[in-house]
């Protein structure tokens, strides 16, 4: 039982160069999310999906793009990596039936723009 | 704008003793109130949560309590165990969006054995 999985692990990047990071989950959830931590403050939502094929932005989402590939699978992209985008990046995903405790993270993408 | 807060980064607590850990709120809109857990290397993981329309919701050695007044609320954990080290996150989510949970600072916890 993989729950959410996210690729890579860490990533080093230098400004301006592009790159997409990936999330799958098997648990055929409809809900995805996308959350940076920085330190000293809590996760923020970048972007989520409520449903396959629809995407939404969160409260931080300058500077990314999202797209939500199957139901399976949900993709955070940086066109043009700046150093403010150096954080730990977590996906989620959602079974609405267990409303808001629903949600299972991934274990993290630690990105560094150098 | 945090409009989650924990005001403690960190704790330390002898193995048995009680824990408390502490959140502050600023958006009275918020109607739901989590709890999640994070160990090293992985993705946080849900512990404990309150509606608020309660003012209290145990689970086990978890207890969590809503003071809707003073906009706070509280992780009460008895015994406190050496497993119980770890980061948790206070979280909120706002009334009508279940998408968009706000997350505190976090406060790391060390359960000295």
């Known amino acids: 039982n993989a729950g959410v999985t996210q690729t890579p692990k860490f990533q080093v990047l230098k400004t301006g160069q592009s790159m997409t990071l990936q999330c799958a989950q098997d648990m055929n959830h409809n809900s995805m999310y996308w959350y940076r931590q920085d330190p000293g403050m809590g996760l923020r939502l970048i972007y989520y999906s409520a449903s396959e094929g629809t995407t939404d932005k969160g409260e931080v989402p300058n500077g990314y793009n999202v797209s939500r590939l199957n139901k399976r699978e949900f993709s955070l992209r940086l066109e043009s990596a700046a150093p403010s985008q150096t954080s730990v990046y977590f996906c989620?995903?959602?079974?609405?039936?267990?409303?808001?405790?629903?949600?299972?993270f991934g274990s993290g993408t630690r990105l560094t723009v150098v | 704008d945090q409009q989650v807060k924990q005001n403690s980064p960190s704790l330390s607590v002898q193995e048995g003793r009680i824990s408390i850990l502490n959140c502050d709120y600023t958006n009275s809109m918020f109607d739901y109130f989590l709890w999640y857990k994070k160990y090293p290397a992985e993705g946080p993981t849900f512990l404990i949560s309150i509606s608020s329309i309660k003012d209290k919701n145990e689970d086990g050695r978890f207890t969590v309590f809503l003071n809707k007044s003073a906009k706070h609320l509280s992780l009460h954990i008895v015994p406190s165990q050496p497993g119980d080290s770890a980061v948790y996150f206070c979280a909120a989510s706002l009334m009508g969006n279940n998408n968009d949970m706000r997350f505190g600072a976090g406060t790391r916890l060390t359960v000295k054995p």
């Open positions: 989620a995903s959602r079974r609405e039936t267990l409303g808001y405790y629903g949600y299972t």
